[in-house]
C-alpha cells in the first residue's frame, strides 16, 4: 500500500495477560509468581496509560492468543488487538512490524510493557525523527537490549541473526541497521525492569505522578 499523509503511524505494544508463572519469570525467581505477575500488571498499565496520546494509533500485541477479550477489558482503547504469532522475540517482531506495515502504515514503533518510564513524548520524537530523515530509530536499555525500535519501512533483517535477551541485542541491531544502510538515531536510556536489583527504579517511577515526566524526551 502506498503510504500518504493520512497513512497512520503506529505504536505496537507487546504485552502479555499477567498471569502468575508466566511473565517476569526471572523477577519472580526472587519475589514469587504472584507478587512478579502483581508488578507486571502495574507496569503493563502504567505504560498504557503514558503513551495514550493523539499522533499515532496504538496496536496491543498479546499473548496468549487466546486472550483477546481479556485483554481489551484489561488495556482498552486500542486500535487493533492483534495476537502474537508462536516463534521467538524475532518471528514475533518481524510479523507484527510486517501485519502493521500491510495495513499501511507510514511507520511503525514497538515497545513492551516492562518499561514504565516510557512516555508520550518519547513516541512523538520517535515518529517526528522518522518523518525528518531518519529510517530507524532506537531507545537503547541498560541491560543492552532496547526498548523501542521503529522504523520507517519494513526491514525484516534487523529481526534475524540476533542473540535475542542477551546484552549484544542493541549491538547487533546497530550493526543490521548499517549492513542495510538505514540512516539511524537514538532515544534516551532507560531501564527494562527484569530482575530484583530493577526494583529500587520501578519504586521510584511509580511513585511519581503519571503526568510527571510527560514532557520527557
Same mark, same amino acid.
Not at 549492513?179 to 530482575?195: F, K, N, V, Y
Given at each position: 500500500?502506498?503510504?500518504?499523509?493520512?497513512?497512520?503511524?503506529? !505504536?505496537?505494544?507487546?504485552?502479555?495477560? +499477567?498471569? +502468575?508463572?508466566?511473565?517476569?519469570?526471572? !523477577?519472580?525467581?526472587?519475589?514469587?509468581?504472584?507478587?512478579?505477575?502483581? #508488578?507486571?500488571?502495574?507496569?503493563?498499565?502504567?505504560?498504557?496509560?503514558?503513551?495514550?496520546?493523539?499522533?499515532?494509533?496504538?496496536?496491543?500485541?498479546?499473548?496468549?492468543?487466546?486472550?483477546?477479550?481479556?485483554?481489551?477489558?484489561?488495556?482498552?482503547?486500542?486500535?487493533?488487538?492483534?495476537?502474537?504469532?508462536?516463534?521467538?522475540?524475532?518471528?514475533?517482531?518481524?510479523?507484527?512490524?510486517?501485519?502493521?506495515?500491510?495495513?499501511?502504515?507510514?511507520?511503525?514503533?514497538?515497545?513492551?510493557?516492562?518499561?514504565?518510564?516510557?512516555?508520550?513524548?518519547?513516541?512523538?520524537?520517535?515518529?517526528?525523527?522518522?518523518?525528518?530523515?531518519?529510517?530507524?530509530?532506537?531507545?537503547?536499555?541498560?541491560?543492552?537490549?532496547?526498548?523501542? !525500535?521503529?522504523?520507517?519501512?519494513?526491514? +525484516?533483517?534487523?529481526?534475524?541473526?540476533?542473540?535475542?535477551?542477551?546484552?549484544?541485542?542493541?549491538?547487533?541491531?546497530?550493526?543490521?541497521?548499517?549492513?542495510?544502510? !538505514?540512516?539511524?538515531?537514538?532515544?534516551?536510556?532507560?531501564?527494562?525492569?527484569?530482575?530484583?536489583?530493577?526494583?529500587?527504579?520501578?519504586?521510584?517511577? #511509580?511513585?511519581?505522578?503519571?503526568?510527571?515526566?510527560?514532557?520527557?524526551?
Amino acid at each position: 500500500m502506498v503510504d500518504s499523509p493520512s497513512s497512520p503511524n503506529i !505504536l505496537l505494544v507487546f504485552a502479555k495477560k +499477567p498471569i +502468575p508463572g508466566t511473565v517476569k519469570t526471572r !523477577l519472580a525467581k526472587d519475589i514469587g509468581d504472584e507478587e512478579a505477575a502483581r #508488578l507486571y500488571r502495574l507496569m503493563a498499565e502504567r505504560t498504557w496509560s503514558r503513551t495514550a496520546a493523539s499522533g499515532y494509533d496504538r496496536w496491543m500485541v498479546f499473548e496468549p492468543p487466546t486472550e483477546r477479550e481479556a485483554m481489551q477489558a484489561w488495556l482498552p482503547g486500542a486500535e487493533s488487538y492483534v495476537p502474537q504469532v508462536v516463534g521467538d522475540l524475532g518471528v514475533k517482531l518481524k510479523a507484527a512490524f510486517r501485519q502493521a506495515f500491510d495495513a499501511g502504515a507510514r511507520a511503525v514503533a514497538v515497545i513492551a510493557t516492562d518499561t514504565p518510564e516510557i512516555a508520550a513524548a518519547d513516541i512523538h520524537r520517535t515518529f517526528a525523527l522518522l518523518e525528518t530523515g531518519c529510517q530507524a530509530v532506537m531507545g537503547p536499555s541498560t541491560d543492552g537490549g532496547y526498548w523501542l !525500535l521503529a522504523l520507517s519501512r519494513f526491514e +525484516p533483517g534487523l529481526f534475524e541473526e540476533i542473540s535475542w535477551s542477551t546484552s549484544a541485542v542493541a549491538e547487533q541491531t546497530r550493526a543490521m541497521m548499517a549492513r542495510h544502510g !538505514l540512516r539511524s538515531a537514538e532515544l534516551r536510556t532507560l531501564r527494562d525492569i527484569d530482575g530484583v536489583d530493577d526494583l529500587d527504579s520501578l519504586w521510584k517511577d #511509580l511513585a511519581r505522578p503519571l503526568s510527571e515526566n510527560a514532557g520527557q524526551e
